[in-house]
């Protein structure tokens, strides 16, 4: 068992798989515009990469995403809602037109050196730097370069965190958070995109 140091108290256990909900400041609905749900799904993609972790389910939809997820390491649950938190904003931004280029491939950079995989995760970096660019350009073909309907991407302050008890907690959240395009009315929601079922490749077995 290890205590998080931080500001609000936690408490981590070996093997341990935790229900995740993180959501956009002030609530502002930027999953809506699919550009957003794309880029979070790679940040999450490059997340698993780098700092290994087992996947068990997510959804991102409206202003908030949640995640059900064992981290290979004690202390990483931090580690991994920080990585997640810390890329979409700062990538989010960029394709808003907030922030250069310059920030981001200098991002990119440091986040090759600080990691000791990197000649393994090079190509994986290269993918996602090209497909942040391409989102730019086509939010900006969407909606203008010299105006935007969002305000700058923040997230709420920290996160909510739930400590997987049993098995049948496990199938409970599993459910839950296949059930939140219904549970929030989402048109159409028994074939909503940006849910754990349709993204097979990133889902570890349980």
Excluded at 43 to 69: C, G, M, P, Q, T
Excluded at 193 to 203: G, R
Aim: aromatic letters at 18%; proline letters at 3%; charged letters at 25%.
């Amino acid at each position: 068992m290890t205590l998080h140091k931080g500001a609000q108290k936690r408490i981590y256990f070996e093997g341990a798989t935790y229900f995740v909900t993180c959501v956009t400041h002030n609530f502002v609905e930027y999953f809506k515009e699919p550009i957003f749900c794309e880029l979070f799904i790679a940040v999450l993609k490059l997340a698993i990469k780098i700092k290994e972790f087992d996947l068990y389910a997510f959804v991102v939809l409206l202003d908030h995403f949640h995640l059900l997820f064992r981290p290979h390491k004690v202390e990483d649950l931090p580690k991994i809602m920080h990585f997640i938190k810390r890329h979409f904003t700062r990538n989010a931004n960029f394709i808003l037109g907030y922030d250069n280029e310059g920030a981001i491939c200098k991002s990119l950079l440091r986040l090759g050196e600080k990691d000791n995989k990197f000649a393994n995760i090079k190509e994986n970096i290269e993918d996602f730097y090209e497909f942040v660019v391409n989102s730019r350009k086509q939010f900006f073909a969407k909606y203008g370069s010299n105006q935007t309907p969002f305000l700058k991407f923040k997230w709420m302050k920290s996160y909510r965190d739930h400590y997987i008890r049993n098995n049948e907690d496990l199938s409970e959240h599993v459910k839950y958070i296949y059930n939140n395009p219904f549970k929030h009315k989402i048109p159409n929601a028994e074939n909503y995109k940006y849910i754990f079922n349709n993204y097979k490749d990133l889902i570890s077995e349980i």
